[in-house]
């Protein structure tokens, strides 16, 4: 009952930028951490940046000084600012959000299905 759709990916050259988006759609109360994670070919997923209700932040080193989470709390969205973009951020990414849903009430965590992010040298 509850939907994540990113969107934004697609290729870009080292250098450049990108922004993703994540939508959240369904019954929805309300939604706590949201975060975007990435997973390279032959790689596990790992955790890019995530951003609380309140709006706190928090980012793996890599990305630091480069990408910026933020979050539309009125649209359930959740955005990725990418600038100075670089061969090795090549990755499926994929939104995540802590959602407490209605009917039937309960908190888990959603994925969305992913978006791919290449980064041509």
């Known amino acids: 009952q509850v939907q994540l759709v990113e969107s934004g990916g697609g290729l870009v050259q080292a250098g450049g930028s990108k922004r993703l988006s994540c939508a959240a759609s369904g019954s929805i109360a309300s939604i706590n951490t949201m975060g975007w994670y990435r997973q390279a070919p032959g790689k596990q997923r790992e955790l890019v940046a995530t951003i609380s209700s309140g709006g706190n932040t928090n980012y793996v080193d890599s990305v630091k000084g480069r990408f910026t989470i933020s979050r539309d709390n009125a649209r359930n969205t959740v955005y990725l600012q990418m600038n100075s973009l670089k061969p090795e951020d090549t990755a499926v990414y994929y939104c995540?959000?802590?959602?407490?849903?209605?009917?039937?009430?309960?908190?888990?965590?959603?994925w969305g299905p992913g978006t791919q992010v290449t980064v041509s040298s």
């Open positions: 995540n959000a802590d959602v407490i849903s209605r009917n039937p009430w309960e908190r888990r965590p959603y």
